[in-house]
């Protein structure tokens, strides 16, 4: 979809070039994230992919044809472009600014109403709320928001994304986070995002290329660049933390094992002997209508003995430590430690269909290190 070969930007009475002979492919569909310390040329590749600026030397391909036969208005009315800043334009309404582009191409006004309509409700803001505000009527994460249905306004195939989150505070940041993936499964968009956060690039990336001094120093999968940082550098940009990092990239699916033991209704009275029987240190329950209720360890069952109503209370405890297929690893070993369990159910469509343990996660994690 976007190809840059032996592209080189030197800027006048600069030693060094802001971007020195990068050549980089960035698969259709795909979000490449572009992370780097400040001033190492990442901003630079985006305005030259949509030719705010034009490279030294080099060829920007856009489908296989260079971007320089290409008008430069007509190539950036097609292609999304999302700043930290935003840019909302302060004296028009909401739905005006996410018209701007619609109206450039000539749509009728009711396209253009449909179409703006369609983009307040697919960022989740109130539609009868929003449409006729102005931008400073708006939160930061609201106008951000904004921003970005404004970019994506007459469906471009490609979006340029620079520091699109930057500016709002953390939790704000990692729902819009959350929000543009879930977004991007359905629109499948060829998105190249520009961050200095290397968690963030951990997050968003399907690739990541990071950046020193204007060289691309490596690029692969986030769990590629995890596993195998290139130099120190690289090591050091990641941080020491990276096997931790490396946590955020797998979900509970992927360590899931089998549950050797249900117990349903009243049979965790029993569950000594059940669990003997089938081998197992944990048994899950279910209640009288077939629901999750909670879990029963070996452990449980040494520490209250024949004390049935200490040990109700302990399944009880872990009526909520139950994650979803796709729950990450972070969030399921927050459970973990508030619920002081050492296994969790795991549902998918409301149903358990498996088991995930301290033990389980482990021995995943290092199994990937090690590959």
């Not at 320089?68 to 930290?84: A, E, K, N, P």
Request: hydrophobic share 40%.
């Amino acid at each position: 979809m976007i190809e840059l070969k032996q592209i080189t930007k030197q800027y006048p009475g600069q030693a060094m070039p802001a971007v020195d002979q990068l050549s980089l492919s960035i698969p259709k569909g795909e979000i490449c994230v572009l992370v780097g310390p400040s001033g190492c040329g990442k901003s630079t590749i985006l305005r030259m992919i949509n030719r705010m600026i034009e490279p030294t030397s080099g060829v920007v391909n856009i489908n296989g044809e260079d971007v320089t036969h290409t008008d430069s208005d007509q190539l950036r009315m097609g292609i999304g472009y999302v700043i930290q800043q935003i840019g909302l334009l302060p004296h028009r309404t909401i739905a005006e600014n996410i018209a701007i582009v619609p109206r450039l191409y000539k749509w009728p006004k009711e396209k253009i109403k449909q179409r703006v309509d369609e983009l307040i409700v697919m960022m989740g803001l109130d539609l009868e709320k929003t449409r006729g505000k102005y931008p400073s009527q708006l939160s930061g994460g609201q106008m951000q928001r904004v921003g970005v249905a404004r970019a994506m306004a007459v469906d471009p195939p490609i979006m340029l994304m620079d520091e699109p989150f930057g500016a709002v505070d953390p939790i704000a940041r990692t729902h819009l986070q959350d929000e543009f993936l879930r977004l991007q499964k359905e629109i499948k968009k060829t998105i190249v995002f520009v961050t200095h956060d290397i968690n963030e690039a951990i997050k968003m990336g399907d690739s990541i290329a990071i950046f020193n001094a204007g060289k691309l120093v490596q690029f692969g999968t986030p769990e590629e660049i995890l596993t195998n940082p290139v130099n120190e550098f690289v090591e050091d940009f990641i941080g020491r933390d990276r096997v931790v990092k490396k946590l955020n990239l797998y979900l509970a699916e992927d360590a899931m094992q089998p549950i050797g033991c249900v117990l349903r209704g009243n049979e965790w009275q029993n569950a000594a002997q059940k669990m003997k029987d089938a081998g197992v240190e944990v048994a899950f329950l279910l209640n009288e209508a077939g629901k999750v209720w909670g879990h029963i360890t070996s452990s449980d069952l040494r520490e209250f003995g024949s004390d049935m109503e200490g040990l109700r209370k302990q399944v009880l405890r872990t009526q909520k430590a139950f994650v979803q297929t796709t729950t990450p690893f972070p969030d399921a070993l927050s459970l973990l430690l508030e619920y002081d369990a050492d296994y969790l159910g795991i549902l998918k469509d409301k149903e358990l269909c498996g088991m995930l343990s301290f033990k389980g996660i482990r021995k995943h994690v290092y199994r990937k290190e090690g590959e």
